[in-house]
T-cell receptor
Framework: GAVVSQHPSRVICKSGTSVKIECRSLDFQATTMFWYRQFPKKSLMLMATSNEGSKATYEQGVEKDKFLINHASLTLSTLTVTSAHPEDSSFYIC?????????????FGPGTRLTVL | GESVGLHLPTLSVQEGDNSIINCAYSNSASDYFIWYKQESGKGPQFIID?????DKRQGQRVTVLLNKTVKHLSLQIAATQPGDSAVYFCAESYSGNTPLVFGKGTRLSVIA
């Protein structure tokens, strides 16, 4: 199956700093990637849809100036949590669709655990 | 048995028994459905998918059933093993590039 990686897998930062999370599709191209947030024992909540070469589409209630998304290539999307606060601590997961296979299946990365002190 | 409380619903089954995990989806226009397995601290792992023009699809030890009339999806796992213990999510989407919408999830606990 298609492989998606995320880096870092775990990050601890001080309040007020910014954190960048990378999402890469390793063996396929992805025009569209998705960013999710997951709280403990909860389901995945879609934050935004990342489109290669254009602006991301954010879900209602997600601050685009706080969660900056850049999709500079067909294999890389980045999520930057700016001026992080303890309430931003969460599990962030990205996913991507394999455009060449013309499938609706989304393949997920392993997730990034963010802890803001 | 199955229980629903403040946390994720939990289904407990004996090793070797069959498991059935249920999901009610919300959008009658959805035409693509996926089941994912998520182990603690990891990203969701694709299990099986089905399109709305089918009502059943089988994989290795897993079967997905779709009932569009009542907007219900189920995942059947045959001969459940300890390694099947995880949280299972159903997800739905409308064809095209629309994002997946996830259900609340069910925790499967396999008793050895």
């Amino acid at each position: 199956g298609a492989v998606v990686s995320q880096h870092p897998s775990r990050v601890i930062c001080k309040s007020g700093t910014s954190v960048k999370i990378e999402c890469r599709s390793l063996d396929f191209q992805a025009t569209t990637m998705f960013w999710y947030r997951q709280f403990p024992k909860k389901s995945l909540m879609l934050m935004a849809t990342s489109n290669e070469g254009s602006k991301a589409t954010y879900e209602q209630g997600v601050e685009k100036d706080k969660f900056l998304i850049n999709h500079a290539s067909l294999t890389l999307s980045t999520l930057t949590v700016t001026s992080a606060h303890p309430e931003d601590s969460s599990f962030y997961i990205c996913s991507a669709r394999d455009q060449q296979r013309h499938t609706d299946t989304q393949y997920f990365g392993p997730g990034t655990r963010l802890t803001v002190l | 048995g199955e229980s629903v409380g403040l946390h994720l619903p939990t289904l407990s089954v004996q090793e070797g028994d069959n498991s059935i995990i249920n999901c009610a989806y919300s959008n009658s226009a959805s035409d693509y459905f996926i089941w994912y397995k998520q182990e603690s601290g990891k990203g969701p792992q694709f299990i099986i998918d089905i399109r709305s023009n089918m009502d059943k699809r089988q994989g290795q030890r897993v079967t997905v059933l779709l009932n569009k009339t009542v907007k219900h999806l189920s995942l059947q796992i045959a001969a459940t093993q300890p390694g099947d213990s995880a949280v299972y999510f159903c997800a739905e989407s409308y064809s095209g590039n629309t994002p997946l919408v996830f259900g609340k999830g069910t925790r499967l606990s396999v008793i050895a």
